[in-house]
């Protein structure tokens, strides 16, 4: 049909609508909470063939997650589907041939493991065990798999503790009973049942029964509430299990003596290969020809933040040595290279989760990818795959050369989504801090950035306090959210923080108002020299858990700093915290023992005894489920401003721990916490 001069009018009208529709629009909580996510992931053992869970809402908000196929072997190949069942499929891992994978669902009521053939057909399903299975692992040879499932320690089977479960479930009194510590943990009371270990032989029946390997102990394992499978691995041979947890006795709520243990497939006697270490040992790893188990190692009995060491045990010798002593970085994850010999970590460096390559002959490190943040999926013949974030990109799979060359993307999960969103520009800086020391940050320009405009800054305070606010893309606390509301976001690793070596993660101990302090003070004043945009004197300051302890801390001593702060799960009172808090190792670390042995330095870096000097308007935010800063620490803050008349406002979340989970409650938390912003910075 030939083209009249209207018709083409209309059509480039139309072209023009459809272009502006399209422009993207500065980042907000509403995209965020949309954004589709990455669930577990598996490569199979010859490096070809990808699958992994994704999340992902309709248009009604209603959430679903189902596993896809990505071909490796063939470039550009795009990912198939293989599930569209109701629910969730996680825990994704490939059979040893490669032809099939297994996954967790709960499709009748239970969660349970299925078995689903890559060339088509219905999933098979593998057990149907009286309890959920929470985790699971393949033996290498895939005849047997261990399973972490929540059992009652002194039951004999399964079915002793699904009785003991709906007996406690009938019961009509409430009343918890408990004879030592924990007796809660992050945001759940004690039960009394444990995560136990289940070994199980796969074959063609369906699996109702299975061995408890760590029968009769009373500890958690793998450990909670953060740890997996990465800390359970079947021996190469397939005769062993091999584990980290703590020992059974009264001390779980003040020790971090995680050690590896190694018990039959059937059951029996439990050895501690790790005995002689007193600080925690972590993520068992062995060589695929058994020679060698790879394993993490800190070295400061009751300190979590301490630097991980790599340690290497002869499996036919016994000896066991550190990998790269003088390296000064703390692995989170470890696997080894299709040599046996060569190690492949990722760890914090310098504000990213860098991928590394690390020789256990000779201890030489070297760098394969440093860009954003990066967590290890699988090492190939010739690649490593890997997540891969920023902050200015979600999660989405990767692959680089094992020479640190040809980075690939695999995925590109939120395309659609991410070419509505404006970002803002970033980067990092650096200023002298605490001792003329270098401090690294990052500072972020507004999503609708304009030179020669100033604008209103938000200074992040990262928790930990051993953490990091660095390069990488988080569904809370998300830095973009403040740029794209129109604020030049600031965040300081102050001494404390990650990723910059041990001394200066080590610096915070015994000093919780004195070092970073000084650090939050130069690098807010030297990013505003460097970055003219960012208007200093115009700024809020807010942070959860250590970051809401430095707001109190603020509060008190660098009161004229700020417009207003925004506390989210802060510290208030470090005489009540320490005997309502649940890990008791963490303030008796930091503070050089219990409150009773350490008062004078509990009581000088205490929020509460400067209260006299609080001034500026805050925002206080806690949830009544968090057992780590329980919300009394929140109340108390806001009772003090509100008796003396200090600007002030209490959002309290009855059904959130530490963190907000919920995606509504999260909406909520950001509305809340910008017009809080907007109230006092009058942008």
């Known amino acids: 049909m030939k083209m009249t001069p209207l018709l083409l009018a209309l059509g480039a009208a139309g072209l023009a609508l459809s272009a502006q529709a399209a422009e993207p629009v500065p980042f907000n909580v509403q995209q965020l909470v949309k954004l589709n996510k990455l669930q577990s992931a598996a490569v199979s ?14 248009a009604k908000g209603d959430a679903s997650a189902d596993l896809y196929l990505l071909d490796l072997a063939e470039p550009g190949a795009k990912p198939q589907q293989l599930t569209t069942a109701s629910g969730t499929e996680h825990d994704v891992a490939f059979a040893p041939d490669g032809k099939s994978v297994y996954f967790i669902a709960a499709r009748n009521g239970s969660s349970q493991i299925y078995n689903l053939a890559l060339n088509g057909g219905e999933a098979r399903q593998v057990t149907d065990l009286p309890l959920d299975v929470e985790a699971y692992k393949l033996s290498n040879d895939g005849k047997q798999l261990v399973m972490s499932i929540r ?40 039960d009394h049942a444990r995560g136990h270990l289940f070994v199980a032989q796969l074959g063609g029946q369906m699996l109702t029964d299975a061995v408890d390997v760590t029968q009769g102990r009373d500890t958690e394992t793998p450990p909670k509430p953060f740890s997996g499978m990465e800390e359970v691995s079947f021996t190469p041979d397939g005769k062993h299990i091999v584990y980290s947890a703590k020992a059974p006795g009264k001390d779980q709520a003040w020790t971090t003596n995680y050690d590896i243990w190694q018990v039959p497939v059937a059951g029996g006697k439990t050895v501690n290969l790790t005995e002689d270490n007193q600080a925690w ?12 188990m790879a394993y993490l190692a800190m070295k400061k009995p009751g300190f979590e933040a301490d630097r991980y060491a790599i340690m290497l045990r002869d499996t036919v010798t016994g000896q066991v040595k550190e990998i790269a002593p003088l390296w000064d970085r ?32 000779f201890g030489d490190v070297r760098s394969i990818y440093n860009e954003g943040s990066n967590s290890l999926l699988a090492v190939t013949r010739d690649k490593v795959i890997f997540e891969h974030k920023a902050l200015d990109r979600p999660g989405d799979f990767y692959t680089v050369n094992l020479d640190g060359q040809g980075l690939q993307r695999l995925t590109d999960v939120n395309k659609d989504k991410l070419a509505e969103i404006k970002f803002g520009d970033y980067q990092q800086f650096s200023f002298k801090g605490w001792n003329n020391e270098q401090v690294y940050g990052y500072w972020i320009k507004p999503a609708n950035f304009k030179e020669g405009t100033q604008y209103p800054v938000a200074y992040l305070v ?46 915070i101990s015994l000093d919780w108002g004195g070092k970073p302090l000084e650090d939050l003070q130069k690098g807010l004043a030297a990013v505003g020299k460097q970055q003219k945009w960012l208007d200093t004197d115009n700024a809020c300051a807010l942070g959860g858990s250590y970051g809401g302890y430095m707001m109190n801390w603020i509060q008190g001593n660098w009161n004229d700093g700020f417009k207003c702060l925004v506390n989210h799960a802060g510290l208030f009172d470090m005489r009540s915290m320490y005997h309502v808090t649940e890990e008791l190792w963490f303030p008796e670390y930091e503070f050089g023992g219990s409150y009773e042995q350490s008062k004078a330095l509990y009581e ?24 780590r800063v329980p919300y009394d620490q929140g109340l108390a803050a806001f009772s003090f401003m509100q008796r003396q008349g200090i600007p002030s406002e209490l959002l309290i979340y009855p ?11 999260l909406q909520q938390w950001y ?13």
């Not at 053992?45 to 309709?58: A, R």
């Not at 040992?281 to 060698?292: I, K, L, M, V």
């Not at 809370?476 to 794209?484: D, I, S, T």
Request: net charge negative; charged share 20%; proline share 4%.
């Open 604 to 627: 000088k870096f205490n929020p509460a005894n400067y209260v006299e000097n609080w001034k500026t308007p805050m925002l206080v935010i806690h949830g009544e489920k968090d057992f």
């Open 671 to 683: 509305a809340k916490v910008l017009g809080w912003m907007d109230r006092w910075t009058q942008k």
């Open 655 to 665: 059904d959130e721990n530490h963190w907000i989970l919920n995606p509504d409650n």
């Open 330 to 361: 703390s692995p989170s994850s470890i696997a080894f290279g299709p040599d046996d010999r060569t190690l492949y970590v990722t760890a914090q460096d310098l504000g990213q989760v860098s991928i590394f390559e690390v020789n256990t002959q």
């Open 281 to 292: 040992d972590a993520q068992p790893t062995f060589s695929a020809d058994g020679r060698y």
């Open 151 to 190: 059992v009652f320690p002194e039951c004999a089977d399964l079915a002793c503790s699904k009785d003991k479960f709906a007996q406690e479930a009938q019961r009509k009194s409430t009343g918890r009973e408990y004879q030592q510590l924990m007796v809660r943990h992050w945001d759940t009371w004690g």
């Open 45 to 58: 053992k010859d490096g070809t063939k990808l699958v992994y869970g994704l999340k992902t809402l309709d």
């Open 462 to 507: 990262h928790g930990g306090p051993q953490g990091s606010f660095g390069n990488s893309f988080s569904g809370r606390w998300n830095a973009q959210l403040w740029a794209g509301a129109g604020y030049g976001v600031v965040m300081v690793d102050f001494h404390g923080s990650t990723g910059y070596g041990q001394a200066f993660t080590d610096s």
